[in-house]
């Protein structure tokens, strides 16, 4: 089974500032990554798919980037709105398995 | 709109089973994949499997094999998880998806959440 592995566990920034994420496979996902956004009590939202694409409706200071092993999620400058948990998620080959990563919360400084 | 219905929350007994629905609405139910996903209390994301509302074929993460089913009823734009031999660590809030792509272009992501179920299994 493929690993995600996100870091940092915590990141601590003001608003207006710039946050990076990193989702780290075990093995290469080539680019079937995703990224959500997960507010307390409420369901996840899909960011970004497919490494680089974003969702409808997601503003466009979200942006993602990476292929094989490597992935960011970037937030160019932070909007109270952001701070959250963030979850990367993988889809391996047939039979298609999907996996999340552990987490990085985004919280204000 | 849009949206996924969830069922309401339950309190169950270890070894007992439950079953939540998923209404959907809105949109072609049979054109997109349906996820299971869960979230025990302060954890992470835990995929369980999904259901092809046309067809109705699952295909269950491994470490559910023989204790989950999907099934859907498509009169009623409705897909059905039941997890059975619940423990005290099936505890948590159960989430259906739907699937980003459409027509036979699954995307293996999801766009589209239901509110969520709390099942909480305790004695």
């Known amino acids: 089974e493929i690993v995600l592995t996100q870091s940092p566990a915590t990141l601590s920034l003001s608003p207006g500032e710039r946050a990076t994420l990193s989702c780290r496979a075990s093995?290469?996902?080539?680019?079937?990554l995703a990224w959500y956004q997960q507010k307390p009590g409420q369901a996840p939202r899909l960011v970004i798919y497919?490494?680089?694409n974003r969702a409808t409706g997601i503003p466009a200071r979200f942006s993602g980037s990476g292929s094989g092993t490597d992935f960011t999620l970037t937030i160019s400058s932070l909007e109270p709105e952001d701070f959250a948990l963030y979850y990367c998620?993988?889809?391996?080959?047939?039979?298609?398995?999907?996996?999340f990563g552990g987490g990085t919360k985004v919280e204000i400084k | 709109q849009v949206r996924l219905v969830q069922s309401e929350a339950e309190l169950k007994k270890p070894g007992a089973s439950v079953k939540v629905s998923c209404k959907a609405s809105?949109?072609?139910?049979?054109?997109?994949?349906m996820h299971w996903v869960r979230q025990a209390p302060g954890q992470g994301l835990e995929w369980m499997g999904w259901?092809?509302?046309?067809?109705?074929?699952?295909n269950y993460a491994q470490k559910f094999q023989g204790r989950v089913t999907m099934t859907r009823d498509t009169s009623i734009s409705t897909v059905y998880m039941d997890l059975s031999g619940l423990r005290s660590d099936d505890t948590a809030v159960y989430y259906c998806?739907?699937?980003?792509?459409?027509?036979?272009?699954?995307?293996?992501?999801?766009?589209?959440w239901g509110q969520g179920t709390l099942v909480t299994v305790s004695s």
């Open positions: 497919d490494a680089s």
């Open positions: 093995q290469s996902v080539s680019s079937y």
């Open positions: 259901i092809n509302p046309n067809s109705g074929g699952p």
């Open positions: 998620q993988q889809r391996s080959n047939w039979p298609p398995t999907l996996t």
């Open positions: 809105g949109y072609t139910f049979t054109g997109h994949y």
């Open positions: 998806a739907r699937d980003l792509g459409y027509g036979g272009y699954e995307r293996y992501c999801f766009d589209l």
